[in-house]
């Protein structure tokens, strides 16, 4: 028996497919970086030491962690 055109097959998974377009969308990245004629770890170097000395710049980041509470403000459980 031929299966012709309009017999479905096995349906993939709906995860299988979508991690299959994103594999093929990160492989065509990386292809149009890699034939780019751009300077990428150069560039990323600049960025780096650029955000390092805006860390270096702010106070904020010196001062020590706080802690900070969410929705129960801390409490296992709740009050109750």
Request: hydrophobic residues 40%.
């Given at each position: 028996m031929n299966m012709d055109e309009n017999t479905f097959g096995e349906a993939r998974d709906v995860l299988d497919v979508?991690?299959?377009?994103?594999?093929?969308?990160?492989?065509?990245?990386?292809?149009?970086?890699?034939?780019?004629?751009?300077?990428w770890a150069a560039l990323?170097?600049?960025?780096?030491?650029?955000?390092?000395?805006l860390v270096a710049q702010n106070p904020q980041f010196q001062a020590p962690a706080e802690m900070t509470y969410t929705f129960d403000e801390?409490?296992?459980?709740g009050c109750g």
């Open positions: 979508l991690t299959e377009i994103e594999q093929r969308g990160t492989l065509a990245q990386e292809l149009q970086l890699r034939e780019s004629a751009a300077p990323l170097a600049e960025y780096v030491d650029a955000l390092t000395a801390g409490h296992a459980g």
